[in-house]
C-alpha cells in the first residue's frame, strides 16, 4: 500500500529565509511524486512532480523539490520565502503502476515578514 | 489556472435535503476525482472516473452518489444530507500524472 507523511504540520520562517517542507513517502513499486499548494478558500494547485530524472525538481512560484531514493523523501524547497508563500502544501504519491493519488495531511507554512 | 467549475461555492441546507453539487472541466480530461477535506486538513477520495459511464467508490466511506455522462460533466449527490456530511468537497481532473483542483464547495448541514 502507499502512503506519504509530512511530519510538520507547521512551518515558522522570515521573509527571505530559505524554507523546507519535508515529505517522506512508502510505495510498492517506483513513485511518482508532487507537491500540491492550497490558498485559504481555494482548491490545490499544482507546484511539481518528479517521475524520473533528475533528483532536483523545480517548479512554479520558484519551489523546488529533491528526490531522495535512499531515504523515501521528497522535501520541497525554495530558497528565499516571501509572505505570499503562506500556505497549505500538500505531498502526494502514486506507484508508479496504480491509478489512485495518496495525498499527506498537509502542513502550513507561515512566512513572517 | 485550470479550467475546473464547481458551484455552489459555499452550501448551507437543513437535514434530510437532497443536494447536488456540480463539477465541470472544459479541458477534456477523461479522469475525474471528487475529495472530501475537512478544512485545513488532508484530502480523502470519494469518487473517480476514469471517463464516460466509469464511476468508481473511493477510499472513503460516502453516502453520496456521481454520475458520468458527458466527459466535462462529474456531479456529486447526497440524496439525504445530515450534519456529517459538513465539509469541503473538492473536485478534480486528469489527463497525464498531475491533477487540476477546482475552487471547492463548502458545505454545510444544519
Known amino acids: 500500500a502507499q502512503s506519504v507523511a509530512q511530519p510538520e504540520d507547521q512551518v515558522n520562517v522570515a521573509e527571505g529565509n530559505p524554507l523546507t517542507v519535508k515529505c517522506t513517502y512508502s510505495v510498492s513499486g517506483n513513485p511518482y511524486l508532487f507537491w500540491y499548494v492550497q490558498y485559504p478558500n481555494r482548491g490545490l494547485q499544482f507546484l511539481l512532480k518528479?517521475?524520473?530524472?533528475?533528483?532536483l525538481v523545480k517548479g512554479s512560484y520558484g519551489f523546488e523539490a529533491e528526490f531522495n531514493k535512499s531515504q523515501t523523501s521528497f522535501h520541497l524547497k525554495k530558497p528565499s520565502a516571501l509572505v505570499s508563500d503562506s500556505a497549505l502544501y500538500f505531498c502526494?504519491?502514486?506507484?508508479?503502476?496504480?491509478?489512485?493519488?495518496?495525498f499527506g495531511a498537509g502542513t502550513r507554512l507561515f512566512v513572517k515578514a | 489556472e485550470a479550467d475546473i467549475y464547481q458551484t455552489p461555492r459555499y452550501l448551507v441546507i437543513g437535514t434530510g435535503k437532497k443536494i447536488t453539487l456540480e463539477c465541470s472541466q472544459t479541458?477534456?480530461?477523461?479522469?475525474m476525482y471528487w475529495y472530501q477535506q475537512d478544512p485545513g486538513m488532508e484530502l480523502h477520495l470519494i469518487h473517480y472516473s476514469y471517463g464516460v459511464n466509469s464511476t468508481e467508490k473511493g477510499d472513503l466511506s460516502s453516502e453520496s452518489t456521481v454520475s458520468r455522462i458527458r466527459t466535462e460533466h462529474f456531479p456529486l449527490t447526497l440524496e439525504s444530507a445530515r450534519p456529517s456530511h459538513t465539509s469541503q468537497y473538492l473536485c478534480a481532473s486528469s489527463e497525464g500524472l498531475e491533477q487540476y483542483f477546482g475552487p471547492g464547495t463548502r458545505l454545510t448541514v444544519t
Open positions: 479541458m477534456g480530461h477523461d479522469k
Open positions: 518528479y517521475i524520473t530524472g533528475d533528483n
Open positions: 502526494a504519491v502514486r506507484d508508479g503502476g496504480g491509478f489512485k493519488t495518496i
